[in-house]
């Protein structure tokens, strides 16, 4: 079966240019789909972290917007309804984070059928958008990637690692589970690793902006799982920079 690859599927720009994703074409990137104000946006630091550590060596991050998981009790303060489209999140990231890496018009991800009560519905009670081509295309490289995996007697899932979220492996991005799933893309737009949602939370800039207390690490978190994550993840961009490829590629 011939895979497509990410940077061949047609998308806008969060301001509504076209080809978004072909200017990525021979570089590694992580896809990430963002919103703003909750729990997992202080991320957004994090990521920007990462842009500021590779860019200069063809990394990339893409930030690809989507109102699946956003509502009361998730997205907090002015942004408590969600966003209304890719230019929210991209404006969040630069005011509150100072972002500036690329991101897209607002789309569908595939939401796993426990995140809501009734799947398809999201925080808001509304129709979660149809999936985007982008998101089907990922759903099918992370099953070959898990097939691959099982064909070959590879573990899908380690105890080598003192971070729980990086236990659950690097293959099991199928669905999404919440904002700010994690991608790592080779230079050839086909995904190379999974990092699950709350994988990479640190508490930098909270969300004080946001007239909330603190944001938080997340339950079960702590500095010494953070830095263990940013090391695994940095290591990963590094082989596939290195020339590494997808093991689907």
Known sequence: MTLKSIYDIDLNSAEGNPDFLKQYKGKVTMVVNTTVGCGNANQMEVLQMLQDKYQS?????????????????????????????????????????????????????????????????????????????????????????????????????????????LNLGFDNGEWMGGNFEKYLVDKDGYVAKHYQCTTLNYDIEATLKENEPTAGMGLGRSQKIFEEEFSVVCQHIEELLAGATASIN
């Not at 500036?100 to 999201?122: L, Q």
């Not at 992370?142 to 971070?163: H, L």
Request: proline share 6%; aromatic share 12%.
């Open 57 to 165: 060596k063809g990394f990339e991050i893409i930030a690809i917007p989507t109102n699946d998981y956003c509502g009361p009790g998730i997205t907090k303060g002015k942004w408590s309804q969600g966003i209304t489209c890719g230019a929210d999140s991209q404006a969040y990231g630069k005011d509150v984070y100072g972002t500036t890496f690329g991101f897209s018009e607002m789309v569908g991800s595939i939401p796993h059928d426990k995140v809501s009560e009734t799947p398809g519905i999201n925080g808001l009670g509304k129709q979660n958008l149809p999936p985007h081509e982008l998101y089907l295309t990922i759903q099918e490289h992370q099953r070959q990637f898990k097939a691959k995996n099982i064909a070959e007697n590879t573990p899908t899932e380690s105890q080598d690692y003192y971070s729980h979220w």
